[in-house]
């Protein structure tokens, strides 16, 4: 199975932050890469998917790159609501896998 | 809107079974892949199983294959997990989550306790 690595696994940052969010996989999944927000108590909420595209209604303060095994999720000004836990995802192969997740909270 | 709701969770004694159950409304259910996830307390997110829209490819993740099972009824819109022989570290909420790469839309999810 295809590992993935989130760094860091916690953020404390500020409203207007810039902010940004590492996923490593364990071997090349091209950009077959989602990210996905979580807020506590409710379902995950898919934000970006094939790297860097954005779902449809998700603002365009939330931005994707990478390829191969290095991705990166970034928000450029942080508001409150984007305080949350984020997981990458890959969709390379089966199974499918997550990391970790990074919890992004107020500083 | 689409709407993905789960039921049959609850709490079951280690070695028992559960079926869980995924009501889905709002979209043609027949056409689009289907999944399971789940999320033990505190802790991420794991991918359980997926099953085409007719039925017909099916896979597990390692954790649970052999025992549940994964299937869909698309004249009665659901999606079911039939789960056996469950262990405590089964214990999560299970989400019903409607997409083939990645997981579009998600039910609010049911908690199932394995536990003495």
Do not use: H
């Amino acid at each position: 199975a295809i590992q993935l690595t989130q760094s860091p696994s916690s953020l404390s940052a500020s409203v207007g932050d810039r902010v940004t969010i590492s996923c490593r996989a364990s071997q090349g999944i091209s950009r077959a890469l989602a990210w996905y927000q979580q807020s506590p108590g409710k379902p995950p909420k898919l934000l970006i998917l094939d790297a860097s595209t954005l779902e449809s209604g998700v603002p365009s303060r939330f931005s994707g790159s990478g390829s191969g095994t290095d991705f990166t999720l970034t928000i450029s000004s942080l508001q409150p609501e984007d305080f949350a836990t984020y997981y990458c995802q890959q969709f390379n192969s089966f199974p499918r896998t997550f990391g970790q997740g990074t919890k992004l909270d107020i500083k | 809107q689409v709407q993905l709701v789960e039921s049959g969770g609850g709490l079951v004694k280690p070695g028992g079974s559960l079926r869980l159950s995924c009501a889905a409304s709002g979209f043609t259910f027949s056409d689009y892949y289907m999944n399971w996830l789940r999320q033990a307390p505190g802790k991420g997110l794991e991918w359980v199983s997926y099953i085409n829209p007719r039925g017909s490819t099916i896979y597990y993740a390692d954790s649970v294959k052999g025992r549940f099972t994964i299937s869909r009824d698309n004249a009665k819109n659901s999606l079911y997990l039939q789960m056996n022989s469950l262990r405590v570290e089964d214990t999560a909420v299970y989400y019903c989550v409607r997409g083939d790469w990645v997981f579009q839309r998600w039910g609010q999810g049911t908690l199932v306790t394995v536990s003495s």
